[in-house]
C-alpha cells in the first residue's frame, strides 16, 4: 500500500521568512496530493491541493509543486506570518485511501 | 467547502461501555467516509473505509468487532466503541468525500476511557 514520508518534522522559521515541507510518496498510482493545516485539537483543514496532471499550483503565499517521476511533492509558504504556526500534513491518495504523512511542526516566531 | 459534522466532540466513558460517534455529511452525499485515530501529536491512522450501503475495510491490525462502523445512509457514519479500555481514549476523526478527490474532516471526538 501507499507510504506517505515527510520532513522536517519540526521546522522554525523567523515571521517574514520561507518555509518548505517535502514529502515523498510510494504508490506510482496516487493521483491525488492535499496538504492540510492543524491547529491544536481541531480538524484537519485543507489549504491547498494538487492533482497528477499538474507540477505546481499557486494560492497566495502558498505553492506546491510535484514531482512524479521522483514520487515527492512540496509545501512552500512564502511570508509566513506567526499564525501560520500549526502542524501540517501532507497525504497521498490512489484509489480511494488517503494516506497522511507524519505531520511538520510549523513554530513561525514574531 | 463542504461541511461534515461530528460528534460528540468529547465524551467520557467508563471502562466496558459502549460508545457511538456519528459524522454526517450535512451539504453533500457522501459516497465514502473513512475513520481516522489520532494519538497526541502525531499522524492521522486510518481505522477503516467504508462505502454507502456495504461493509466496511478495515486496516491491517484494526479490529472489527471493536470499531463497528456502519455507514446507513449517503449522509450517515457511525463508529462505535465497543466494550471501551483506557487505551482506546483518543482522538477520532472522521472525513467524507463526495464526488471530487477532496475529502472534508468532521471536528474530531476526544474520547476519555475511564
Known amino acids: 500500500g501507499e507510504n506517505v514520508e515527510q520532513h522536517p518534522s519540526t521546522l522554525s522559521v523567523q515571521e517574514g521568512d520561507s518555509a518548505v515541507i517535502k514529502c515523498t510518496y510510494s504508490d506510482s498510482a496516487s493521483n491525488y496530493f492535499p496538504w492540510y493545516k492543524q491547529e491544536l485539537g481541531k480538524r484537519p483543514q485543507l489549504i491547498i491541493d494538487i492533482r497528477s496532471n499538474v507540477g505546481e499550483k499557486k494560492d497566495q503565499r502558498i505553492a506546491v509543486t510535484l514531482n512524479k517521476t521522483a514520487k515527492h511533492f512540496s509545501l512552500h509558504i512564502t511570508e509566513t506570518q506567526p499564525e501560520d504556526s500549526a502542524v501540517y500534513f501532507c497525504a497521498a491518495r490512489g484509489f480511494q485511501k488517503l494516506v497522511f504523512g507524519t505531520g511538520t511542526r510549523l513554530l513561525v516566531s514574531p | 467547502g463542504a461541511v461534515v459534522s461530528q460528534h460528540p466532540s468529547r465524551v467520557i466513558c467508563k471502562s466496558g461501555t459502549s460508545v457511538k460517534i456519528e459524522c454526517r455529511s450535512l451539504?453533500?452525499?457522501?459516497?465514502?467516509m473513512f475513520w481516522y485515530r489520532q494519538f497526541p501529536k502525531k499522524s492521522l491512522m486510518l481505522m477503516a473505509t467504508?462505502?454507502?450501503?456495504?461493509?466496511?475495510?478495515?486496516e491491517q491490525g484494526v479490529e472489527k468487532d471493536k470499531f463497528l462502523i456502519n455507514h446507513a445512509s449517503l449522509t450517515l457514519s457511525t463508529l462505535t466503541v465497543t466494550s471501551a479500555h483506557p487505551e482506546d481514549s483518543s482522538f477520532y476523526i472522521c472525513s467524507a468525500r463526495g464526488d471530487s478527490p477532496e475529502a472534508f474532516f468532521g471536528q474530531g471526538t476526544r474520547l476519555t476511557v475511564v
Open positions: 451539504d453533500f452525499q457522501a459516497t465514502t
Open positions: 467504508s462505502n454507502e450501503g456495504s461493509k466496511a475495510t478495515y
